[in-house]
């Protein structure tokens, strides 16, 4: 006999065929068998240890089959928690108005973070809380929704850059993303890919929610790992809302993966599309909040700051910084508008209460499993400040004002009922974002103002925190997050992931801070930058500098086109002036040229340049080429065909059924605004909903018979000149069966959260029938040609 001794890689199946001959019993897992470099992913299969025969009698196995990896002994489960465009100054865990007893309950058990801060805006906030790293490095300069060619504004997370969801599943947890992702190129939001910048592909086992920056709560776009999903909403519950679904959702994992697996670790990361617009919630949450903000702005804040400082999360020398004078005085209002405006406030409320209410079931959850007390819970109260992009006024339909649409006082007054329902799809004013971001200055998108960057964070774990209740001073920021979970699992940064060297964190673990309340802040500098507003930290002193573009200058009729002239640096010593109320640019000149010089130094380090103010960040072509595609069946599209000012020719060449064939051929939109080509009671309809003003209907005579069709929708725009009217006339088999104008056209998309769809029209329906209202014949190919308008 020829014995073979080897120390060699096998595969599973192999050991397992052993180990059914010699009973070697399978153990939890190598890597608590021996020390193992956790800092190569994924993991490689332990050494064999033995002697292989040419027989399975011959030969001899030391080692036991490999086993699935497991989490370091005692790693806890962790619950990340990020609400979406809520400010400061809204929960009552921070001093806000709104009860939200769970956040406060979290709060009580763990620590509260006054001094921390994200990003400016969703998608670059996202990216650094879950890579540890800036988020122009992450290529996130903006949202995903607007791509530039600049290294920093890609939209293209990097491989280099592994998010801590890939680490923590490679080392032994099981992953899932809940909710608002907002992290892939719109352009990759289609059924054949890419895929790696989706959830699945970036370190989550599993992910139920929505790719794009929004959703509607009541009909919602949603995504099941890699598949389009509809929503399902129990019978009889027509206020069953996303939000609710979510923690449905996610309570029935935890339960499946601790029935299953009770000893493995999870990593859940729960990010609800509360409180972003569109603003909605049941009306029982809301009617909760009637009458509770009828005092108006300017009296939320004072409040809010009294309450600051009685939790004493803020010192207690803080003061408001002024109202801009962009935004009215509560008391200049009418008394229409302050019932408008009062209401749109109750709307918010309900929504954030009942995201609290949900985030609750979900602990409860943790709970019920008895692994509350080893489970981290990180609790993020928003991704940026409280959006003031709905303007002086706000909205009963955000796309609308967007594209241009006004509203009078008097047409809002008119859907004051419809406001947080279906119906309704705007969001509050600037003056509540405002409030909501007390005591600082403005808020979302501008990346120079605290308002735009600071949220209270919470920590809570039981099994770690020995001062719960206590509050932590130290500065800290959403880069810090992700060193901070690896260490509380017990796992070095990883320096190869998939075969790609990983770039270091930028950011530092505050686990010693938790520990410790004395432990010092684990950074000191810090650069903010968003739509060219930039900000650098270091030490408490803050030197930023603000382009003077509004939160709301790229909405409405006549948006902003070229950049006004840009303030002068500013410079603050938040040690000394918490709220960043004092400009001390003139007294220090020599510590703000410092820190000018800094922030370029960081800028170049990061690739934040160049700067723009725009959304877009340039690289946008001038006049877009003529588009062409064809469709083979039904079809979603996050990334729509460019139709907005332009000429098309939809053609569809469909097989109408016998016993009816009532569905959408082809559809853009929601129920917010939109167009939809679709067979009702047999005849053939072209409804154009120009954002719930005006809805144009064009429809066949006669009935459309059973058989093969081929369907023709041509538009054509009187000019280039965005909204302008257009002519429109449906074909069957060559020959015209309607003709008819449109007054008006959205002069850009109509929706940021809806699809363009083939074969359906899914999530809010765009004409009267009820989603997805599935055409029930067969679409042969549906061809799209796309010209400019001359």
């Known amino acids: 006999m020829k014995l073979i001794k080897v120390r060699v890689l096998t595969s599973a199946a192999a050991i397992t065929a052993m180990s059914l001959v010699n009973l070697v019993p399978v153990v939890a897992s190598h890597a608590q068998d021996a020390p193992v470099d ?152 289609t059924v054949a890919g890419p895929f790696n910048r989706w959830p699945t592909r970036q370190g989550f086992d599993h992910f139920w929610g929505f790719l794009a920056a929004e959703a509607d709560q009541f009909n919602p776009q949603l995504t099941e790992d890699q598949s389009p999903t509809d929503f399902a909403k129990p019978a009889g519950r027509d206020d069953y809302t996303l939000t609710e679904a979510m923690a449905d959702k996610t309570v029935a994992w935890i339960r499946s993966q601790k029935s299953v697996a009770p000893d493995k670790p999870f990593f859940v990361y ?36 009294k309450r600051q400082k009685a939790l004493g999360i803020v010192p207690q020398n803080t003061v408001l910084t002024p109202r801009p004078k962009e935004i009215p005085a509560w008391d200049s209002l009418s008394d229409k508008e302050k019932k408008v405006q009062a209401r749109a406030m109750e709307v918010f409320a309900g929504m954030m ?32 400040g409280a959006s003031e992009e709905g303007g002086p006024e706000g909205s009963t339909n ?39 971001n007390t005591p600082f200055q403005w808020g979302k998108v501008i990346g120079s103002a605290l308002g735009g960057m600071m949220n209270g964070m919470v920590v809570s774990w039981p099994d770690r925190i020995k001062d719960p209740g206590a509050i932590r001073d130290q500065f800290a920021h959403v880069i810090d997050i992700g060193p901070t979970l690896l260490e509380a699992a017990g796992l070095p940064q990883p320096r190869i992931v998939n075969g790609t060297p990983q770039r270091p964190y930028d950011g530092k673990s505050l686990l010693a801070t938790i520990d410790d309340g004395k432990a010092p802040a684990p950074r000191s500098i810090q650069y903010n930058e968003m739509l060219g507003n930039v900000a650098i930290y270091r030490d408490g002193w803050m030197a930023s500098r603000p382009t003077g573009v509004m939160p709301w200058a790229f909405r409405g009729a006549n948006p902003l086109r070229v950049k006004p002239p840009q303030p002068d640096w500013e410079l603050y010593d938040l040690n000394t002036d918490f709220s960043q109320s004092k400009n001390l640019a003139r007294r220090y000149p020599e510590k703000l040229k410092a820190l000018e010089a800094l ?31 064809t469709y083979y069946g039904k079809t979603r599209l996050y990334a729509w065909p460019p139709l907005e000012n332009r000429n098309y020719t939809l053609t569809a060449r469909v097989e109408m059924p016998k016993g009816g064939g009532d569905g959408a051929i082809a559809s853009a939109g929601a129920e917010s605004g939109g ?23 064009l429809q066949m005579k006669d009935p459309l018979p059973a058989g093969p069709a081929t369907i023709t929708l041509r538009v054509d725009q009187d000019s280039s000149a965005p909204g302008t009217p257009a002519n429109v006339v449906l074909s069957v088999n060559g020959t015209e069966v309607a003709r008819g104008r449109l007054p008006e056209t959205a002069r850009g998309k109509f929706s940021y959260e ?37």
Request: charged share 20%; hydrophobic share 40%; proline share 9%.
């Open 675 to 697: 167009w939809s080509l679709y067979v009702k009671n047999r005849h053939l309809i072209y409804t154009y909903n120009y954002f719930q003003q005006r809805v144009t209907t």
């Open 38 to 189: 956790r800092t190569v992913l994924p993991l490689p299969l332990p050494a064999f240890k033995g002697v292989i025969a040419t027989t399975i009698e011959e030969s001899r196995a030391d080692t036991p089959p490999p086993a699935p990896i497991a989490a370091p002994k005692g790693a806890p489960n962790i619950l990340l928690i990020m609400l979406d465009d809520a400010g400061y100054a809204q929960t009552s865990t921070f001093g806000g108005l709104i009860p939200t007893p769970n956040f406060d309950a979290l709060a009580r058990r763990g620590l509260r973070y006054p001094r921390f801060q994200v990003d400016s805006m969703c998608s670059p906030t996202r990216a650094a809380l879950l890579s540890g790293r800036n988020n122009h490095v992450m290529g996130m300069g903006r949202i995903s929704n607007f791509t530039g060619p600049y290294p920093g504004y890609t939209a293209m997370l990097p491989a280099d850059s592994a998010l801590v969801a890939e680490t923590l599943r490679a080392n032994g947890y099981s992953t899932a993303a809940f909710g608002k992702w907002h992290l892939t190129p719109m352009r990759e939001l």
């Open 270 to 305: 729960f990010a609800p599309g509360a409180t972003h617009e569109p603003q909605q919630a049941p009306k029982a949450w809301i009617d909760k909040f009637r009458g509770k903000f009828d005092m108006g702005w300017d009296k939320y804040r004072e409040e809010a700051l």
């Open 754 to 790: 809806d699809t363009f769809d083939i074969g359906e029209d899914s999530g809010s329906a765009v004409a009267d029938y009820a989603p997805p209202f599935t055409f029930p014949g067969k679409i042969v190919k549906v061809d799209l040609a796309v010209d400019p308008t001359k």
């Open 353 to 384: 209460a009942q995201a609290d209410y949900e985030v609750g079931r979900v602990i409860n959850a943790v709970r019920d499993t008895g692994q509350l007390d080893n489970t981290m819970i990180v609790f993020i109260s928003g991704d940026n």
């Open 398 to 436: 955000t796309m609308g004002t967007i594209n241009g649409v006004a509203e009078s006082v008097d047409d809002r007054l008119a859907k004051l009922e419809d406001l947080g329902s279906p119906r309704a799809t705007g969001g509050y004013p600037a003056g509540w974002a405002w409030a909501g």
């Open 599 to 629: 922030f370029d130094e960081e800028a170049r380090k990061n690739k934040v340049y160049p700067l723009s103010w725009s959304l877009a960040g340039g690289g946008v072509p001038a006049v877009l080429p003529p588009f062409r595609a």
